[in-house]
């Protein structure tokens, strides 16, 4: 095993309950078998997981660093953030949380990545990221009707007898009503695509929101987003082009949905009003938001014997 210091950041937010005593013992456990040089730390409010990474880069100096997100798809995207950019850094996720989708890009399940011996051994590859003006994102960027309701889960949730698919159903209905389309402008590698827009996504990632799967072709390792642009659609069709869109399908309804390739791509509401941004299921607002392609690959960790899974095209 190489000479690294093992870091491990748990947010003790992350799914149904407080895991942290639990996974703190596992760590231990297996940081004894292999005699690994280890760190456990815990985040205290949003955010905290970046500073974090930061405080301890700058630390522990020109030493080799692996961090653990210990949580879902957002603990990671706080980790990546803080190690983006920094020499001596890779990251990889520990997934005790809820929503584990960018690590579907390894594995159909998460069990490899919970076998701590098999992480903690596990060779490092080299991916992409994506900047933007809203902040970081390492698997998925949306605007539009998804971030609507992913913004609208976290209100509902805060009440007891809604938790979960009663959430998001509610927050679906919620923004069904409002509306499904915007008017956007839309900039993909500086050719305009402006129109009336259900969402707009652009994916390093493959799949996100719980097991959706829009862009099965995404390679985050090509330095290319896959963009895809769902057109205006009324209650009549939206069930069709949704699910086709979930499912990857979105080249059997061309007519709804453009699909992309690119380094760069520009939106804002054309009425200059704020966007919902889902950035890997955080939330920001921007009335305007460029993201690219970072120049920086980032090092991430996947369990022994694990790699890339092929990218794939559906008819």
Sequence with gaps: ?????????????????????????????????????????????????????????????????????????????????????????????????????????????????????????????????????????????????????????????????????????????ENLIRGLHEPYGVEVDGQCFDGEYTLVLAGNGRYYGGGANPVPEADPTDGLLEVLLVTAVDLLTAARVIGAYKEGRHRSLPQYIRHLRAREVTVYHKKGKEMVVNLDGEIARAARTTLRVSEQKLRFAVPQGLALLPSRIVK
């Design 1 to 173: 095993m190489k000479e690294q210091k093992h870091i491990f950041i748990i947010n003790p937010a992350a799914g149904k309950r407080d895991g942290t005593n639990s996974a703190a013992a596992g760590i231990r456990a297996a940081a004894r078998r292999l005699g690994a040089d280890y760190e456990i730390l815990t985040t205290d409010y949003p955010r905290h997981a970046t500073e974090l990474v930061r405080k301890k880069a700058e630390e522990y100096g020109g030493k080799i660093l692996r961090f653990y997100a210990c949580g879902g798809d957002g603990t990671l995207n706080e980790v990546a953030a803080g190690a983006a950019g920094l020499e001596n850094v890779s990251v990889t996720s520990y997934p005790i949380g809820s929503g584990n989708d960018f690590i579907r890009l390894f594995a159909a399940d998460k069990s490899a990545f919970l076998d701590l011996e098999r992480l903690m051994q596990g060779e490092e590859l080299e991916l992409d990221s994506i900047r933007s003006d809203c902040g970081f994102c390492l698997n998925v960027f949306s605007i539009g009707l998804d971030a609507r309701i992913a913004e609208g889960m976290q209100k509902y949730k805060r009440i007891p007898a809604l938790q979960g698919t009663a959430a998001y159903n509610m927050s679906t209905v």
